[in-house]
């Protein structure tokens, strides 16, 4: 089941690494909107799997991104990427000190933890076979990725 969603959520281009897919070519047109399942196995009629959000906002603190992650699951986030971020394979990424900033990029983010540092569990867009089979786990605060996070009300 998780090789399916990942597969899902990640483009089917080489991001950043060598890999068995092609590489990507810049940006991609967004998927135009569907109105039924692709999976003629799933049941359930798609009417009644379509959801509508009914407010967003910022969330503002850790404390505050933890308790939304606990209680409604994942938000979304955005960090400044640097240039030694693309290499990410494993561990709580930091950034090198001195490393050129490369942009923004926007995230998920799934959940949280400390292996010592506190860190933030986050799922990128850019494939399988980049970081850690496409997650990584990103240090609290850096990066600017406290102060960019937010959520939905469904």
Known sequence: MLQTWI?????????HVKSDLPPCDGDSDTPRCRSSCL???Y????????HKGTKSYNIKSVSAIKEQLFKNGPVTGAFTVYDDFPMYK???????????ELGGHAIKILGY?????????VANSWNPS???H??????????GINDQVSAGDI
């Open 7 to 15: 597969s899902i959520i990640h483009d089917r281009c080489s991001h």
């Open 43 to 50: 049941s359930n009629p798609f009417a009644a799997d379509k």
């Open 134 to 143: 496409g997650f990584f786990k990103i240090a609290m605060g850096v990066c």
């Open 113 to 121: 933890g400390s292996e010592p540092v506190p860190y933030w569990l």
């Open 130 to 132: 980049w970081g850690d």
């Open 39 to 41: 999976n003629k196995k």
């Open 90 to 100: 494993s561990g709580v990424y930091t950034p090198t000190p001195g490393g050129k």
